[in-house]
């Protein structure tokens, strides 16, 4: 069996990625897969012992993963999953292969619950920011995402959803635990303080409007 033309596949998710992301999606961007998300995969794909066509295909997983951005924001996973079962054929990709593909790419989807080895490994790749030194920057362009699709935050409503979701996420696979879960940790407790403090300071413009 013929194996499948990577690089086409690769080329062809940057190329969309690059020309068709509206300007409003700051965080769901080119960068997030090219720089992020596809190193982050690599990475554990070599420390959990993911090799050959398996890691093949969780390499084409993570450039497409994003991919649905380009036809919709909600339900995003399903539309790039589906984009890749209408384009991979044509890179020599075997249905079996592009099935493996699509599971990967809705194991991002929120709450996470992947089954096979790459599927967690994808799903920690995607949210390996949480425990990056590059938190803070992404936090802000996720932000300024949300808020050009739902409208301005209050700090009390963005950090309240930040911490939620920390609070309520895992890495599932035991390098991601080894090498983000600790900064994630120090990262929750910097946001329940910032919490905290724009909390504080509703209530304080609060009492000054009232008096």
Known sequence: ??????EGARAYALKRLTRELPETVTYH????????????A????????????DLLLLRTAAYFHDLGFVVRRDEHEQAGAEIAAQVLPAFGYTPEQIEKIRRMIMAT?????PTTLPEQILADADLDTLGSDHFW??????????????????????????????EN???W?????????????????QLRELLERAQ???AELREAEDS
């Open 173 to 189: 696979t035991a390098s991601a635990r080894a090498w983000r879960e600790s900064r994630k940790q120090e990262h929750l407790a």
């Open 169 to 171: 996420h895992r890495y």
């Open 109 to 113: 989807r929120i709450p996470q619950s």
């Open 137 to 166: 920057k992404h936090s802000e362009k996720l932000r300024a995402e949300n808020e050009a699709f739902d409208g301005p935050m209050s700090d009390v409503q963005w950090y309240t959803t930040q911490v939620v979701f920390i």
């Open 42 to 53: 690599e990475r554990l794909a070599q420390a959990e012992g993911v090799k050959g066509e």
């Open 29 to 40: 961007s080119l960068q997030h897969t090219r720089d992020d998300v596809v190193p982050a």
């Open 200 to 202: 504080c300071s509703a």
């Open 1 to 6: 069996m013929t194996e499948p033309d990577f």
